[in-house]
Nanobody, 122 residues
Framework: QVQLVESGGGLVQAGDSLRLSCAFS????????MGWFRQAPGKEREFVAS????????FYADSVKGRFTISRDNAKNTMYLEMNRLKPEDTAVYYC???????????????WGQGTQVTVSS
């Protein structure tokens, strides 16, 4: 079974940068489309970004487009989210998710990590 472990969260100031990592294990990483989601207190979980099997296709939520970059290293079984020019409204628990198969920007994911907290102070 797939296991996902996020890391890299923390407390930063507005305008700072942060890089999240998602370590994948249990199956063949390159067979999975991957995504990042986030959930702020009192809000529903929302899509942040997704990436195709080999990283050639990416999608972003409008709220992070131009500031966040999703990437993956299939040799390291790891996905990343580079977050720049962070804003207080980016504060949330960030989750990585995996979906088996060559699905571009999946609407459903099979596996989820436990999440990592990102807090951006103003």
């Amino acid at each position: 079974q797939v296991q996902l472990v996020e890391s890299g969260g923390g407390l930063v100031q507005a305008g700072d940068s942060l890089r999240l990592s998602c370590a994948f294990s249990g199956r063949t990483f390159s067979n999975y489309a991957m995504g990042w989601f986030r959930q702020a207190p009192g809000k529903e979980r929302e899509f942040v970004a997704s990436i195709s099997l080999r990283g050639r296709t990416t999608f972003y939520a409008d709220s992070v487009k131009g500031r966040f970059t999703i990437s993956r290293d299939n040799a390291k079984n790891t996905m990343y989210l580079e977050m720049n020019r962070l804003k207080p409204e980016d504060t949330a628990v960030y989750y990585c998710a995996a979906r088996a198969g060559a699905v571009v920007n999946p609407t459903r994911y099979d596996s989820w990590g436990q999440g990592t907290q990102v807090t951006v102070s103003s």
